[in-house]
């Protein structure tokens, strides 16, 4: 923002544009650029990726294209729960959920929760998580070795409990699985329902008619009442269902479904870290301080997270 128009703000933003942008300038020098040296576990994954499970795979996957993003890599010093944090930075919310806290009830919550909403340049959390996901939620807890520029492989050898407690389990991504209030977990297709979505449930009066429809959220999602004939195989179960997801999902084109991709996930997080590989040593070899913008993270995120 120009001079100018700094001149319409009042004294309090002001205020807060500066201590926004000595947070910025601080989190740019802490994180550590690339060096004119291309370590080994830059680019060849096999040491931690060729044994690894479906979720480990994904996880490293995740890292290693977020160490690409210099402004998320900021981002992420600045979300970090174990940085200290300024007076300023401290929030106490006067709702929750559009109501107003009952008394300890923000004490309820994990301190970072309270903490002021973070931003780098033009990405902050809410941009973040859309690409992200639980994943960042996981990130954040890595933001130190992310800044550092330590490799996923560096961090598989030397630092295995701390990737285990940033993901909930390699193999298992429990963390990345679990809402955690702003952040969106990675769904499965299909789950069942709790009772509070139960009771707002899509039933067959409605089911016909699009416009009552209760569908919600970026994941599209909807709760539908069904009645499972339980004396039915478990083929003929399925077989309904199918019939039931073809005669009733929604035509609106904002809930087109994404399209399979050929061969199996685990071919498709493998393919993009060998895109990953080749574009770094292609990159080393032109032209050695040069990086990829942080849009190639966010464009190639699809093919790991789908």
């Known amino acids: 923002m120009n001079e100018t128009a700094n001149k319409h703000l009042s004294p309090e933003e002001q205020q807060a544009r500066t201590r926004q942008k000595q947070l910025e300038k601080w989190a740019a020098d802490r994180v550590k650029p690339w060096s004119h040296e291309l370590r080994v576990d830059d680019y060849d994954f096999r040491s931690w990726a060729k044994r690894a499970s479906k979720h480990c795979l994904h996880a490293g996957a995740v890292y290693e294209y977020a160490r690409e993003s210099r402004k998320l890599r900021a981002l992420l010093v600045l ?74 492989g560096e961090l598989f050898r030397d630092k295995r409990d701390e990737l285990e407690k940033a ?42 008619q699009e416009q009552k429809r209760i569908i919600l959220g970026v994941a599209c999602s909807e709760v539908i009442a069904l009645q499972i004939r339980w004396r039915f195989t478990d083929s003929e179960i399925v077989e309904g269902m199918k019939g039931i997801v073809r005669a009733h999902r929604p035509k609106n084109e904002a809930y087109k479904p994404r399209q399979p991709k050929k061969g199996s996930r685990r071919d498709s997080v493998q393919a993009a870290l060998d895109c990953l590989s080749a574009m770094r040593l292609a990159s080393y070899f032109r032209k050695p301080c040069h990086r990829r913008p942080g849009s190639y993270l966010l464009g190639n995120l699809g093919s790991i997270l789908n």
């Open 79 to 152: 979300m970090n729960p174990n940085r200290h944090r300024e007076a300023w930075e401290i929030v106490r919310p006067g709702s929750i959920n559009g109501r107003r806290p009952e008394p300890n009830e923000i004490n309820c919550y994990p301190a970072e929760a309270s903490c002021f909403p973070c931003s780098f340049e033009d990405l902050d959390g809410h941009g973040a998580e859309g690409a992200l996901y639980g994943y960042l939620y996981c990130l954040r807890d890595l933001a130190d070795y992310l800044a550092e520029n330590n490799s996923f």
């Open 167 to 208: 993901f909930g389990g390699l193999d298992k991504l429990s963390r990345v699985k679990r809402e955690f209030r702003y952040f969106l977990p990675v769904l499965e297709a299909v789950d069942v329902a709790g009772k509070s979505e139960a009771e707002q449930a899509t039933v067959s009066e409605t089911l016909s």
